[in-house]
């Protein structure tokens, strides 16, 4: 356990590092938006088949408690609530950490051990901002979107589960869908995920960046980075939670 | 007073683990120079190299680049004096997700902010010419062959216009027709460029082609240096042996 906290301690002071070292120039613009499109945009296939297919199964699942109720109008406001306030931040940052974070990982530890790290410092360029630093704030910044549209996704596989049921039209879905939605369901779990993607860029990074063990080093990184990203990413969300219900008592009824 | 060395080792020492890699390694490069370090596996040759551009740092003793001590100075005064080294790994390493045009054009891009785009593409076309690799500027290193490589690693290396350069087992893995045109090519840059070269090497025909004096190493101390000529009538059995041709 003394170990395990010492982990994040010393993942907490790379992370925090790697955060001032964002806004010291000169900012690695070209290397960020490359990032934005590994993670992000190469992410979104798997955000959003995932993200419907859950909500059809959802949508199904909640179909056959909720008839027993004679409460099936509820069916779309369930799945909204569940996926704007928890199943979409959660299931996006895992997602996220099997995909990414294993490649972070992998991808700086092969680097590591290929000696480009040492090419880029001999070449005068702090290799720290440049591959470790673009990679945290990209994920900081891309979380919260992939999120979204897992969100929507999930809404989308719902409707379909729900049409093929029940016939209902789709205006009548987003209605009830968002009648009990606030803002304080949505933007605060949605935001929360930056939190996600900072653990994710940072434990991943931290693996790949301080490996020196050759080809064995890059599977650990790459297992390593996944494994201890999903596991924070968890431990993470119950005090996030629990900070949003404190912040926004309204969320916890 | 006299100009600084363009290197200077004094009494350097490094231990990994319990292993002394380098012990009380003295020795001075003047400009122009081309050194050709050799000796057995693991006796601290490319523990050198990586300490004359501040890879890594010695237990104890000064590592100075001109009149910079590199191990006691700042980031940004090691950068500094980075910028005008250039190191040819062993492997290349050149960066993966990059083409062979881009890995060039990074340091340029980033270091020397004066220059137009036009003026960068022109910088790596003329390098590219230069090491024979003009027509594979697209392509990904994955693309290239071990000779092709190593002459890309070259080229990044020289494309700053670098006073000193580092070379690390420039003819490892090749075959030996390959291996002399990258020792025609560190000829060649010895003249163009003016450069210190320090070459880190186990081919004796390669160290004494390109190296103006052979540095011996064993088990972590200087036991060799001079021409290659010198060192051929040293008292030292394993300094003859190492850069003898037979």
Same mark, same amino acid.
């Given at each position: ?41 190469? #992410? ?77 410092? #001999? ?39 729900? #049409? ?39 434990? #991943? ?49 | ?76 005064? @090691? ?14 390493? @050149? ?12 340091? @340029? ?138």
């Amino acid at each position: 356990m003394g170990r395990f906290f010492t982990f994040v301690g010393v993942v907490s002071s790379f992370g925090l590092k790697a955060l001032v070292d964002a806004f010291r120039p000169p900012i690695e613009w070209e290397f960020f938006l490359f990032q934005i499109e590994e993670i992000g945009w190469r #992410s979104l296939p798997l955000i959003l088949a995932a993200g419907f297919a859950l909500g059809v199964v959802l949508s199904m699942h909640t179909r056959v408690t909720l008839l027993q109720f004679g409460a099936e109008a509820l069916i779309p406001s369930l799945q909204s609530a569940a996926f704007f306030n928890e199943l979409g931040p959660l299931i996006t940052a895992l997602l996220v950490a099997g995909r990414v974070g294993a490649g972070i990982g992998a991808g700086i530890a092969n680097m590591r051990v290929t000696e480009q790290i040492d090419a880029i410092e #001999s070449l005068s360029i702090d290799s720290f901002k440049l591959l470790v630093v673009t990679r945290i704030v990209a994920c900081i910044l891309i979380l919260p979107m992939l999120t979204l549209f897992m969100d929507f996704a999930s809404l989308a596989g719902g409707f379909l589960a729900e #049409s093929f049921a029940s016939h209902i039209s789709l205006q009548l879905y987003v209605d009830r869908a968002f009648k009990t939605l606030e803002w304080a369901n949505f933007i605060p779990p949605t935001l929360k995920t930056s939190v996600f993607g900072f653990i994710i860029g940072t434990v #991943s990074g931290y693996f790949g960046y301080t490996t020196d063990e050759g080809s064995a080093g890059v599977q650990r990184a790459a297992t390593n980075s996944v494994v201890l990203s999903s596991l924070l990413i968890i431990l993470a969300d119950v005090v996030l939670v629990k900070a949003i219900f404190f912040l926004f008592p309204r969320n916890a009824i | 007073m006299s100009d600084p060395a363009a290197v200077e080792f004094d009494h350097v020492s490094k231990t990994f683990g319990n292993r002394k890699v380098l012990d009380d390694v003295s020795f001075k490069i003047s400009e122009g120079e081309a050194l050709c370090i050799m000796g057995r596996s693991g006796t601290g040759k490319s523990t050198s190299l990586r300490m004359m551009i501040g890879l890594l740092k010695p237990d104890s003793g000064r590592v100075r680049i001109g009149s910079e001590d590199i191990v006691h100075s700042s980031e940004e005064d @090691l950068s500094r004096v980075r910028r005008h080294m250039g190191f040819l790994f062993q492997s290349a390493a @050149l960066l993966d997700s990059f083409t062979l045009g881009d890995n060039l054009a990074l340091p @340029l891009r980033r270091l020397d902010k004066s220059k137009s785009p036009s003026e960068i593409k022109r910088a790596v076309d003329e390098t590219l010419e230069r090491v024979g690799l003009d027509l594979d500027i697209a392509k990904m290193p994955s693309e290239l062959s071990g000779g092709m490589r190593k002459r890309a690693g070259l080229a990044r290396a020289l494309v700053l216009h670098p006073k000193l350069l580092l070379v690390d087992e420039p003819s490892s893995g090749l075959d030996r027709i390959t291996a002399s045109e990258i020792d025609d090519l560190l000829l060649k840059v010895k003249k163009e460029y003016c450069a210190t070269l320090v070459i880190v090497t186990h081919d004796v025909r390669g160290a004494r082609k390109v190296g103006d004096r052979i540095a011996v190493l064993d088990q972590g101390r200087l036991i060799g240096l001079g021409t290659a000529t010198e060192l051929d009538k040293s008292d030292q059995e394993i300094v003859r042996r190492l850069v003898s041709e037979s």
